[in-house]
């Protein structure tokens, strides 16, 4: 019969060994395991079986203390795994680790001459009780005396010669800033030893203890006894030191071939334990907590280091490393996510203590609080050890490579996340987000008011030739898995850092000489993207646009032209990539950013990058209809909800804008619905409109459609009012100011059409009855062939381009509004508000409109008139002397501004220069005697 407790002993003991060999989640052999693990057989086969524990011989022992040397490493390494799955091994384990640890690292010196004096008494004291056989000194002569002391002291002179040789060769053999021989001896507990008094006496014992005994002195017995002792384990010492020398000599010669990788990898634990213990310690002793200790010991070890060395002394301390246990993040989730708990001592104060806190009424709330401090005084801890340790290393980041910079910042972002998502509590949350009436946490470093990830991420997009369409890469996958849940604790928490890095991104791109490949959403027309009246986002492309939008709304954005341009020192390409970004948002968000630029602007004003607008609002309401009016009632949310013009863009006005894009309009009235609020034209209002509609197959037509016989409307309160009915009458002149302020309404409509041609011209053309009309031109030349416009509010400091345009619509394009043109040669002229001698009220344009128009034989007369060649003879002159150009200069600008609308010719240029060079200089045979009469155009 077999017992089964050996059974399971077996199984035990060779499980252990086999999961000590455990590396990385795999089992790794060696050759040399072939014998433990054949004596494993051996004794389960041989032995347990059969029960055959007394067939040991001599040679079986011998064969077994082999065995148990080659398994004990890996046995109590395999225990330990077996041991560190429980919750409650764990905690012996660290238990144990921090008193072996204390005893054979941090107190080696004193352990060892502990130890060696504990032996070297235990066994004096066998031998004088237990009367074993001693050497009789007395009866040795003085030469064999004399032998043994030359012995013992020949042997430690070879291994003090091998010390010398080992410290003249200390600096060859550095490896982050220590020696691999030092390391080596350090570790070595005989070496300790030898530096302990009690060996020093030992071999003093081993000179005079024979001539004490020799003058036949009293306890000879004991002495002799003491020398014994002392040359024993004299003896004994040496031959491990001899063992340590053999070892590190073998690595000596394994450091000259580069193959001393183990000892690095040694060493490298050794460092990071170091740190480990360092940051435990600190924290444990917080109450004292000594300012920049990171900094401090960081300054001290790099002092030590070649710069090549930088590099990997930091990733070796700071990279997380799941299955050691020294390392220091390791140590930090493990702790976390076992969380905090309270000592026995703090419980039983509570307990005891029960009005040291008054606010807190039960012993509940007393340990409950006390664990919320628990985690919020580790994380401020942990805090502020980031914050310092990157303000040093952003010293050194040329010295690491880009591919390790993020990572080590990646992997503090990932322990910051563990420890807030772990925390229970929810106070480490509140610190990076504090609650109504909290300020952030603020102790030793101004940085640390900042949101910690948000540092992190500044200090990694900042290193130099960082691989920004990697991280925009990574940010945009995460935006696609991003699930919004506003009830979750975290949401904020997620949303933010996610927003941050995308916008940190976005402005490193705008501003900066970097390129990245920008997101590009399906469209809403394509396949299985717009269901059931909504998007089907699925792509995420409302957060990504939401961010965008938020980003560019920084106000008016005049011609892609703000000073952040100075700094990139390229204008063209910043502009392109800010119309790239506006491009890359899906149809909501771009249609709600060019309709929130085209509505910032005031009054008359019109933005810089109108054309670029005018074909993106195009193509986006160029699809079928049934995607308009989702469109724009996404565009009216985002324009409501994201930006700061919602107190003159209401959504009352928005939705009148859209209800009515397509009345026909019978009165000016008719924009009085609109309020005055939006601070937005009239003309504005309707050229918005149009882009929202475009709708002019098979032809454009008029928006008006206003009564001819009466300037405005004529409603039948109005006309009680004038009949003297009502109690309030109209008078005649309150009558006529009604009339004229219509009509300058309407002039100021015409006028603002033209002014956008200047920007806009492909909101004109010169050819009828063609696709290239567009309802806004149709309306204007409506309005102008009317004869409700005061033609000298239109043409009031407008462009030369806008003059001819204007022309051509009064000279021109009649027919189809009315049976003849009332257009004249004095028609401008005669309308302009001032047309005096000293002072034009039409501006420049007027003047260069009637340079061009010099050999035009249609305005001849008007040449003829005495008092139209001295107003322009005078204001010429004063042109000439304002911008200090020659006639040639100026005809060849004003040349260059028409030229889109009205080209002149060579040959025109020189009859033109010829005529004004007369005007200017032989005014006399221009005219004649008699002034014409003057015209007004109706």
Not at 216 to 223: G, Q
Not at 887 to 911: C, D, T
Request: proline residues 1%.
């Amino acid at each position: 019969m077999f017992s089964l407790v050996k059974i399971v002993l077996w199984f035990i003991f060779f499980f252990a060994w086999l999961f000590g060999k455990l590396r990385w989640n795999e089992i790794r052999t060696t050759f040399q395991d072939w014998f433990p693990f054949l004596y494993f057989i051996y004794l389960f086969l041989v032995v347990i079986l059969p029960d055959n524990v007394q067939g040991f011989n001599f040679i079986g022992f011998v064969v077994f203390f082999f065995f148990v040397i080659s398994i004990y490493k890996d046995f109590f390494r395999g225990l330990r795994y077996f041991i560190s799955q429980l919750r409650v091994g764990n905690k012996s384990i660290e238990r144990f680790d921090k008193i072996k640890r204390y005893l054979f690292k941090e107190k080696l010196e004193d352990v060892s001459e502990f130890l060696l004096a504990i032996v070297l008494i235990g066994l004096m004291y066998i031998q004088i009780n237990y009367a074993t056989p001693t050497i009789s000194l007395v009866n040795k002569s003085n030469v064999e005396l004399l032998g043994f002391i030359v012995s013992i002291f020949g042997m430690y002179g070879i291994y003090i010669g091998f010390l010398q040789y080992l410290a003249g060769d200390v600096k060859s053999d550095t490896y982050l800033g220590k020696s691999k021989v030092n390391y080596l001896i350090g570790q070595s507990f005989w070496y300790h030893v030898t530096q302990s008094k009690i060996f020093i006496l030992m071999l003093l014992a081993a000179i005079i203890i024979p001539v004490t005994v020799k003058l036949n002195t009293a306890f000879i017995k004991e002495l002799t006894i003491l020398w014994q002792t002392s040359y024993m384990l004299l003896l004994v010492i040496y031959i491990f030191l001899l063992s340590m020398s053999l070892y590190i000599i073998r690595v000596a010669l394994l450091m000259k071939t580069k193959d001393d990788e183990n000892l690095k990898y040694n060493m490298r634990k050794q460092i990071q334990e170091d740190y480990t213990e360092t940051f435990w310690l600190i924290y444990r002793n917080r109450s004292v907590y000594v300012n920049d200790f990171l900094k401090n010991k960081l300054t001290r070890d790099f002092a030590k280091l070649d710069v090549n060395e930088y590099e990997e002394f930091v990733t070796n301390i700071f990279n997380l490393d799941y299955f050691d246990t020294r390392n220091l993040y390791w140590t930090i989730l493990n702790k976390t996510e076992r969380g905090f708990e309270l000592t026995r001592t703090q419980r039983f104060r509570n307990k005891l203590l029960l009005d040291d806190r008054s606010w807190l009424e039960t012993y509940q709330d007393k340990n409950e609080y006390d664990l919320r401090q628990e985690w919020k005084s580790f994380y401020k801890y942990f805090r502020t050890f980031i914050f310092e340790k990157w303000k040093f290393l952003k010293q050194y980041r040329d010295n690491f490579s880009v591919e390790n910079w993020k990572n080590l910042i990646l992997e503090d972002l990932k322990i910051i996340d563990r420890i807030v998502t772990n925390d229970p509590t929810l106070e480490s949350l509140k610190i990076e987000y504090p609650e109504k009436g909290e300020t952030r946490f603020v102790r030793f470093h101004r940085d640390e008011n900042n949101n910690v990830r948000e540092f992190l991420f500044k200090v990694l997009i900042n290193k130099e030739d960082i691989n920004l369409d990697g991280l925009f890469e990574d940010v945009k996958q995460e935006i696609q898995n991003y699930k919004e849940n506003k009830t979750d604790h975290f949401y904020r928490y997620t949303y933010d850092f996610l927003k941050f890095r995308l916008v940190t991104i976005l402005d490193k791109h705008e501003n900066g000489d970097v390129n990245i490949s920008l997101s590009e959403f399906k469209r809403l027309s394509d396949y299985d993207v717009f269901q059931n009246g909504q998007r089907n986002d699925y792509e995420n492309s409302m957060l990504y646009s939401k961010i965008c939008f938020n980003y560019l709304d920084r106000g008016r954005i005049e011609d892609f032209n703000q000073s952040k341009i100075e700094k990139s020192g390229n204008v063209e390409l910043r502009k392109q990539k800010i119309k790239n970004l506006i491009l890359s948002m899906n149809e909501e968000y771009r249609l709600a950013f060019m309709l929130y630029q085209l509505f910032y602007t005031d009054h008359t004003q019109w933005d810089g990058n109108l054309g670029f607008y005018d074909i993106g609002i195009t193509q986006i309401m160029s699809y079928d209809e049934q995607y308009h009016y989702y469109l724009f009632n996404q565009a009216k949310k985002i324009i409501i909800s994201e930006t700061d013009i919602d107190h003159r863009i209401t959504e009352s006005f928005l939705k009148k804008l859209w209800d009515t894009r397509d009345n026909m309009i019978k009165d000016f009235s008719w924009f009085d619905q609109f309020g005055e609020q939006h601070l937005m034209s009239d003309f504005k209002i309707l050229y918005v409109q149009w882009l929202l509609t475009r709708k002019e197959y098979p032809r454009a037509e008029s928006r008006f459609n206003i009564e001819r016989e009466f300037p405005i409307k004529v409603c039948k309160s109005l006309v009680g009012k004038i009949k003297g009915k009502e109690n309030r009458k109209i008078s005649v002149k309150d009558l006529k100011w009604r009339i004229r302020y219509k009509k300058e309404r309407i002039s100021c409509f015409c006028r603002d059409y033209l002014l956008l041609t200047d920007q806009l011209t492909t909101i004109f053309t010169k050819e009828s009855y063609s696709h290239k009309q567009n309802n806004v031109q149709i309306s204007v030349e409506y309005l102008l062939h009317s004869g409700k416009v005061n033609l000298s509010d239109v043409i009031d400091n407008i462009s030369v381009v806008s003059l001819f345009r204007l022309e051509w619509i009064l000279r021109w394009n009649y027919y189809q509004y009315t049976r003849e043109s009332n257009y004249t040669s004095r028609t401008f002229f005669d309308t302009m508000t001032s047309n005096s001698r000293y002072y034009w009220s039409g501006g420049d344009g007027i003047l260069e409109f009637y340079i061009v128009k010099i050999i035009d034989n249609f305005y001849h007369d008007l040449y003829q008139d005495r008092e139209f060649i001295d107003g322009f003879k005078y204001h010429l002159e004063s042109q000439l002397n304002s911008l200090n150009k020659t006639v040639e200069e100026y005809v060849e600008s004003i040349a260059k501004k028409i030229s889109g609308i009205n080209n002149i010719s060579i040959l025109q240029k020189g009859q033109i220069l010829l005529n004004l060079n007369d005007i200017l200089h032989y005014q006399s045979k221009w005219v004649e005697l008699k002034p014409k009469r003057k015209y007004r155009y109706k």
